[in-house]
């Protein structure tokens, strides 16, 4: 069974102390691998997509990396607006006809100044 | 620019009352849409996805029924709701190659009592 997990449940950082969030996951034939933001009561939002081992995608303080068995979103000098839950979502061959993602229960990320 | 609209944004009912939650996108055509559940301390689970007008998929069994009347509005209903359905119900649209993510809606916070 296609699995996705996330960890640390919590992080709580202090700002400008540089740390990593995991994505973990056990699918064959990765698709696709998507990082979302989500702040409290709101809708997820896109961060970015990752296809292949090796490959790197950055968005201001954030990096995400992958290999064949994780994923990585590095937080640079975070600041207190990058508080937020983070979401990591694969899609695996049985999902690509419906685009359909398979979500981990996130990491909830607090920076204090 | 396209935008996906979806209310209420919160919702308390009684048990044994009907539901219905609205989402319509904009700005775009034959989009796929889905209706996405999110549990406390869990990742988002697919509930519905539709790649058109009438074509509904149900991905759990579950007391809750998806209708797609038109084009760019999909419809998350149920005749009697339980208080397992409470929950943050997000709406959520793609289009195009896999590597485009999900846009997602601000979600409906639903309390059933």
């Known amino acids: 069974e296609d699995q996705v997990t996330q960890s640390p449940e919590a992080l709580r950082l202090q700002e400008g102390e540089s740390s990593s969030l995991n994505c973990s996951y056990t699918?064959?034939?990765?698709?696709?691998l998507f990082w979302y933001r989500q702040d409290p009561g709101k809708g997820p939002e896109f961060l970015f997509t990752l296809y292949s081992a090796g490959e790197e995608k950055e968005k201001e303080r954030l990096k995400a990396t992958l290999t064949k068995k994780e994923s990585f979103l590095h937080i640079t000098a975070p600041k207190p607006e990058d508080s937020a839950t983070y979401l990591c979502a694969v899609r695996t061959p049985m999902d690509t006809g419906r685009r359909a993602l398979t979500f981990g229960s996130g990491t909830r990320l607090q920076v204090q100044p | 620019s396209q935008t996906i609209h979806q209310w209420p944004a919160t919702l308390v009912q009684p048990v044994g009352s009907p539901l219905s939650l609205e989402c319509t996108v904009e700005g775009t055509s034959n989009p796929n849409l889905y209706w996405y559940r999110q549990a406390a301390g869990r990742g988002l689970q697919l509930l519905f996805y539709s790649v058109g007008i009438g074509q509904i998929s149900s991905e759990v069994p579950q007391n809750l029924s998806a209708s797609r009347p038109q084009d760019r509005q999909f419809i998350l209903s149920s005749k009697k709701l339980l208080l397992s359905d409470s929950g943050f119900y997000l709406c959520a649209w793609s289009w195009g190659p896999d590597n485009y993510g999900y846009t997602f809606g601000s979600g409906t916070r639903l309390t059933v009592v």
């Open positions: 699918v064959s034939g990765l698709r696709g």
